[in-house]
Structures are given as C-alpha cells and as structure tokens.
C-alpha cells in the first residue's frame, strides 16, 4: 500500500473528536446533500461519511471482480481514492447509489482488463436499430429461473463489460434511463449491449453441468 493511500485511509477513517462531531452533524443528509457538502469544501474527513455508509458494498462489487479477499480490499480502496477524485463529476442523474456501483464496475473493468493486457472496448459503438426491433430478446425470467452457483460460474466466465452492465441493471436495478445516462449511450444501444450480454451470460450458462 502507498503512503498516500494509508495516508488517505487514515484521515477518512479518523476516530478523533472532531470527526465524530463532523459525522454526527452530517448524519443526516442525503447522499445527494453529502456529495454536494464535501465537493464545495473538499473535505477528506467529511468524504469518511460517505466511504463509512459504502465501503462494505463497494467491497462486494470489487470482491465479485477479484480473485481473493486482499485484492478486493486493495481495489475497494483503490475506488474510494478515485472517487474522492472525481466525486465533482457526479451531477445528480441518477441515485448516487447507482451511479457509485457503475463507477466501481468500470474500475473493475479496466482493472481486469488491464491485468488481461487487452483494450477496453470502443464505447461508441453504432447500433441499428431495426436490429434489435427485429431480434428476438432473452426474457428477463430466464436469468431470475438461473441457479445461483451455475449463475455465478456464468458471470466469471463472461466479459467484464458484460458482467458489470448485467449486475448493474439486474442487481442493482438501475432502469435503462439511468444506463443511458451513465453510459452515455442512446437508448437503443444500451437495450442492444443488454440484449447481447444476456445472450452470451445465457449460452455459457447452459454449457455448464
């Protein structure tokens, strides 16, 4: 770990007076509210509030991407000091929730895919449109019937752009407005890139015993 990085660590996780009269005064702000609190003052020990209400989860989503329990912590905090970076980018378009979720999966992506030494996709991508009005979709039902353990196989066996796009609509329940807005990307090729990686997610799925 970098002397930043525990440095960081530390001033967010602070257990001093101050910051808990700091957490305790803020405690009852929106996520919304905090984001906005914490960009107007660049406040690292008020960012703690925010990484103490979504280390936990953040860590899940990085756990799902890793290959152990360290490297998922590594990356957890690998996030969070990103985020502290770009928290300003955030403009309200989403839940934050949501819009946290598709930023740690896309650190994931690009971790993974960099440890793989292959280039992130092109993200503007031309879709037609008659395409996906002529094809037929993979039901949703089909991937709620899933076995859980076959399910998770599935999703590691699957590219990291289509892992991360499925549990962000599935898991977490971002609508396709929302996908439209974090990937920007039109509404047609959102709903074709999730069409696509339901039909892989359900070809691997039905290899496996």
Known sequence: MTFFKKLFLILISNP??????????YA???????????V?????LLFGKL?????????????????????????????????????????GRS????????FTYNFCVNYVNRNKQLKIRDQSVQVDE???????????ESLYEMKADKLK????????????LLLLKYQDG?????????????????????KRAKERLLEIYNTLQ
């Open 95 to 102: 839940k934050f929730s949501t819009w946290l979720y598709s």
């Open 16 to 25: 001093d007076k101050k910051f808990l009269e700091t957490e305790d005064l």
């Open 51 to 91: 990484y103490d209400r979504y280390a936990k989860m953040v860590y899940n989503k990085c756990f799902g991407f890793a290959k152990s329990e360290s490297e998922a912590e590594d990356l957890t905090q690998d996030v969070f000091l990103q985020l502290f970076i770009k928290l300003r980018t955030f403009k």
């Open 153 to 164: 196989k599935s999703l590691d066996l699957i590219s990291a752009e289509d892992k991360s």
């Open 28 to 38: 009852h702000l929106s996520d919304e509210e905090l984001v906005e609190q914490i």
């Open 174 to 194: 971002a609508s396709i407005k929302e996908l439209v807005e974090l990937m920007d990307l039109g509404d047609s090729a959102v709903k074709m890139r999730l």
């Open 130 to 140: 008659s395409d996906y009005k002529l094809s037929e979709d993979v039901p949703d």
């Open 40 to 44: 107007a003052n660049n406040d690292p």
